[in-house]
């Protein structure tokens, strides 16, 4: 008996440590990650830097910096996946003092139930009322199966005087029929404290069917009066999403156009707000810069910003792709999927007042692990003291494989004004497929970043992932840097292009930088993790 007792008590202290364990743990300790074979590997089920919830995903951000804790909030709409039928969408939250760590605050603001008006929630923002000592947060309420004569949208507020219990005025609903705009499209309320002392809140709406910003005023956050149309849309489109400020000598509006055909953040700019109305009065198309104002790809949606007074964050979502099919990236006429990650910008304000999007600095300092930089396999590649040199169409630098968080930085020269190289992910010696962006030669004073999935069972170019344009270095200098937390990646360049998309498999993979004829010299190569 003693024995049998003994043999349990053995084959159960075997079981334990083999059930806390996953597959994918069990595969890791296995794998032998000195070859450079493809791996198929999965994301963590949360993520820190670009955020996301253990359960679910993050979509539209509605970032604010809260002048009492000295730190940002950054509420959002989460998304479970599946969503409970009719009622979804609550507000969540997420505080961060420098938009790289977060520590979430949960549910603050629920659903109503399914006959309500807020049965769903949608976008809005949230200002601090000083003389009430109150948090207000105007959102947008989603009606259920409304009737032709109810509203599909219509703002309404909660209120908080700790940012952690929230109370709805159920005494307050703002509906557009009442002032002329438009019953199904009111929503995404933006808040703003004006120089004539008052309260003034964008809506996003249409007025005799032309899409428009309504603006209202108050003097409580109570009572509002409509002031009329702010700025009207161009063309057919819609901007969701809206966020203005000024910065500098500049007013700016950032929003998120809707239209199928585009679905980017873009910006306007005016050095006075009538300036700034003005670059849509009439479809007067005054772009900002020469890319209509575009700050990222179809990678990055719904951006808002907010600012501590030195810095201003811009945040969104990058979505997730069905299947985790790094080609499913939505373009015309389908969209991509809603809602992903929280990914986290510095905006970058030029000379003439353009903007462009940045690496935060807390985000760099976060990867403070640098790590061994090896070339694995290589075509067309001489090496000379850390500084490698590409020559030919297709001459490569395979590089060793990537963790889980990764911030790779070099610099590329290119011999000629028509160079093109790229950067591919996913890439083993023996893949079929990888992934690579490209930064292509659009004619030889202008560049942009294309995404491929090449490989023999490639589809190449995958249309509706590519970025803006922009001006090619005048000395051909490409300084970049990557960030890529989990399936999650960003690419910086010059401080004059931001990229971001969704390419899952990175992590525990190869990767490596490519050349596609002429020349280029690649110096200053460095990975850091954390």
């Not at 008996?1 to 079981?15: D, F, N, Q």
């Not at 963590?44 to 996301?52: D, L, P």
């Not at 910065?247 to 700019?269: C, P, T």
């Not at 360049?493 to 490519?514: A, E, F, H, L, M």
């Amino acid at each position: 008996m003693k024995t049998m007792i003994s043999s349990i008590i053995l084959a159960s202290c075997l079981v334990l440590p083999l059930a806390s364990c996953s597959d994918d743990d069990a595969v890791l300790e296995q794998k032998d990650w000195s070859t450079t074979s493809y791996f198929s590997s999965t994301d963590e089920t949360a993520q820190g830097t670009y955020y996301k919830p253990a359960v679910g995903y993050v979509g539209d951000p509605m970032p604010f910096y809260d002048p009492v804790a000295g730190d940002f909030k950054i509420m959002y709409l989460q998304d479970f996946r599946p969503n409970p039928a009719g009622t979804y969408h609550p507000i969540w939250a997420v505080s961060t003092k420098d938009a790289a760590n977060y520590e979430s605050l949960g549910e603050l603001v629920s659903c109503g139930n399914i006959n309500e008006q807020d049965a769903a929630i949608g976008t809005g923002s949230t200002i601090y009322d000083e003389s009430s000592k109150l948090y207000y947060t105007f959102y947008t309420g989603n009606k259920y199966q409304p009737t032709a004569s109810e509203n599909a949208q219509a703002v309404m507020y909660a209120t908080s005087p700790d940012f952690k219990t929230w109370t709805k005025c159920k005494s307050f609903i703002l509906k557009g029929d009442d002032y002329g705009y438009d019953k199904t499209d009111f929503r995404d309320p933006f808040l703003f404290k004006g120089d004539d002392g008052k309260f003034h809140m964008l809506v996003s709406t249409k007025k005799n069917g032309k899409g428009s910003l309504a603006e209202f005023v108050s003097d409580d956050l109570k009572s509002w009066t409509d002031n009329g149309v702010f700025m009207t849309m161009m063309w057919d489109r819609f901007y969701e999403c809206p966020d203005l400020f000024k910065m500098g000598d500049y007013w700016y509006l950032v929003y998120s156009e809707i239209h199928h055909a585009v679905r980017r953040v873009q910006y306007f700019k005016g050095k006075t707000l009538e300036e700034l109305k003005a670059c849509t009065a009439n479809d007067a198309g005054i772009w900002p810069d020469n890319h209509e104002g575009f700050l990222e790809s179809r990678g990055l949606y719904a951006g808002k910003t907010a600012s501590d007074g030195t810095n201003r964050y811009l945040w969104g979502w990058c979505p997730t792709r069905s299947g985790k099919d790094n080609t499913a990236v939505g373009a015309s006429p389908a969209e991509p999927e809603w809602a992903g990650n929280l990914v986290a910008y510095k905006l970058i304000q030029h000379e003439d007042g353009t903007l462009t999007l940045g690496e935060a600095e807390s985000i760099s300092n976060k990867y403070n692990q640098e790590t061994a930089v090896k070339v694995e396999a290589q075509e067309g590649m001489t090496e000379n003291n850390g500084t490698y040199n590409l020559t030919g169409e297709n001459a490569y630098m395979l590089m060793n494989r990537l963790g889980y968080h990764n911030k790779i930085s070099f610099t590329v020269t290119t011999s000629g004004n028509s160079d093109k190289f790229g950067i591919s992910l996913v890439r083993g010696t023996d893949s079929k497929k990888y992934y690579t962006m490209v930064v292509n030669p659009e004619n030889e004073n202008v560049r942009k970043v294309n995404f491929e999935e090449n490989g023999e069972e490639g589809k190449g170019f995958i249309e509706g992932i590519d970025g803006y344009v922009f001006n090619r270095p005048s000395d051909n200098v490409y300084h970049v840097t990557i960030y890529t937390d989990n399936s999650v990646c960003v690419m910086y360049i010059n401080d004059v292009c931001s990229y971001t998309n969704r390419i899952y498999g990175i992590q525990k993979n190869c990767w490596s930088i490519n050349n596609y004829g002429g020349n280029i010299t690649v110096s200053n190569l460095k990975i850091s993790q954390y």
